[in-house]
């Protein structure tokens, strides 16, 4: 890796990167992408076990923490495109295209799946609320079966997302443990020592 300017060096040694491993920012909107993903999917697939004023508190947790997740998305972007803060790949071949593949469609994913979420909330004609601020929507309500097919897209693209980054998960076990590379050290600084 070399640095263009003395803007990049700069940012660079900041966040700690060495120019081997992501630096703390990288590290930090990356585990907090995959939090937020989590915490999404869990509200959303509990919601319907609890009581009409706990669903409501979970799926108003739900949109607000997915507005965060945009924000992240959107920094984690800036940051990975600014000079300085891009390491080499570890891969070759298929392997290098399909592990970029798989990033950018998880990013993509993750975008359209926020555009989806505030349509479905916007859908019936009401402000969205996020963490207490009521945001109005650019929408009339929208006829029940679009608002209805909406939730359905915004559900199946919610398990795409979840099944894609499990398998981005796995995928990164399998460097680790079978692979023995530092595919898994340059995300999650605990396993830079096991490596070899």
Do not use: N
């Not at 398990?159 to 399998?174: D, M, P, Q, R, T």
């Amino acid at each position: 890796m070399t640095d263009r300017t003395s803007f990049d060096t700069a940012t660079r040694i900041a966040a700690g990167d060495d120019g081997t491993t992501y630096d703390s920012v990288a590290l930090t909107l990356h585990w907090t992408t995959a939090a937020l993903v989590v915490i999404q999917f869990l509200t959303s697939f509990t919601w319907d076990w609890f009581s009409r004023g706990t669903r409501e508190v979970l799926e108003s947790l739900h949109t607000s923490l997915g507005v965060l997740l945009v924000v992240v998305i959107i920094a984690r972007v800036a940051w990975r495109l600014m000079p300085g803060h891009q390491l080499s790949s570890l891969e070759v071949g298929w392997v290098k295209v399909a592990s970029k593949g798989v990033h950018y469609l998880l990013y993509l994913l993750l975008i359209v799946q926020a555009g989806l979420g505030l349509g479905v909330g916007w859908a019936a004609g009401h402000p969205i609320h996020v963490f207490g601020v009521p945001i109005p929507g650019p929408l009339d309500a929208l006829p029940r079966p679009t608002r209805h097919e909406l939730r359905e897209i915004h559900e199946k693209v919610g398990y795409g997302i979840v099944i894609l980054a499990l398998g981005h998960a796995l995928a990164a076990l399998y460097h680790h443990y079978a692979l023995h590379d530092r595919v898994l050290g340059r995300m999650l600084p605990w396993a830079r020592r096991t490596e070899g």
